[in-house]
């Protein structure tokens, strides 16, 4: 079955600290991956997304993601985090084929500590 | 950069009544979906559509539920009777093989 793991529900940084958000999916294949940012009430901003070659993909706002086949994951990193970071980050799959569907994970919203 | 357009922002109605979602999707995207959010709970899948057909939809999609493409920009999806539990956020999205975008979606509050 096709699923998104993101065994995080609630994380809490310091402002100015390191950020690893989990992400874990079952595919059938390679899919595509991607990581959407969504604030209270918005809609979902595309931060970044991996969808052939280098396994390290960098995204908007200095988030980087790194894709690893061998562990079915696709973490989400920023070695600084802002204030302005607090939101829900949820993770994505999708087929590689253009009519597919995107699962999503549950989510894993972050809190910023001043 | 191209964007996904929704319209309205956010609807209120009343339990029963038949609402319109409406999304103006890319204009050279061919493929096209609708998403449902629940506040405070993830993102779900509820159709896509492509060469003015269904190609895949939800169990979520039942037959309350519709989707069309009346004209060449719009793409609209239709609640018959709404149910206290189809208030949620909904997202229209379209694609081609190197962009999937969404919208910044619909709020749906029913009362």
């Known amino acids: 079955a096709q699923s998104v793991t993101q065994p995080d529900i609630h994380i809490t940084v310091s402002e100015g600290a390191s950020l690893e958000l989990r992400c874990n999916y079952s595919?059938?294949?390679?899919?595509?991956l991607f990581w959407y940012v969504q604030s209270p009430g918005q809609g979902l901003q595309l931060l970044l997304k991996?969808?052939?070659?280098?396994?390290l993909v960098q995204g908007i706002k200095g988030f980087e993601a790194e894709f690893k086949r061998s562990q079915s994951s696709f973490n989400l990193r920023k070695p600084s985090v802002h204030w302005s970071d607090a939101a829900e980050y949820f993770c994505?799959?999708?087929?590689?084929?253009?009519?597919?569907?995107?699962?999503f994970g549950s989510g894993t919203r972050l809190s910023i500590r001043p | 950069e191209p964007e996904v357009t929704q319209t309205p922002s956010h609807q209120v109605t009343q339990m029963g009544q038949e609402v319109i979602l409406r999304c103006v999707p890319i204009?050279?995207?061919?493929?096209f979906y609708w998403y449902r959010q629940i506040l405070g709970q993830k993102v779900e899948f509820l159709v896509s559509?492509?060469?003015?057909?269904?190609?895949?939809k939800s169990e979520i999609f039942d037959d309350q539920f519709s989707v069309e493409r009346p004209d060449g920009s719009n793409f609209t999806l239709k609640i018959r009777s709404t149910k206290l539990e189809d208030s949620a956020m909904y997202f229209c999205?379209?694609?081609?093989?190197?962009?999937?975008?969404f919208g910044s979606g619909t709020r749906l509050t029913v009362v």
């Open positions: 204009s050279n995207h061919l493929y």
């Open positions: 559509f492509y060469n003015n057909e269904i190609s895949e």
């Open positions: 999205a379209s694609s081609d093989p190197n962009r999937y975008t």
């Open positions: 595919y059938g294949a390679t899919p595509y």
């Open positions: 994505a799959v999708g087929a590689r084929s253009s009519a597919s569907k995107i699962i």
């Open positions: 991996y969808f052939s070659g280098d396994t």
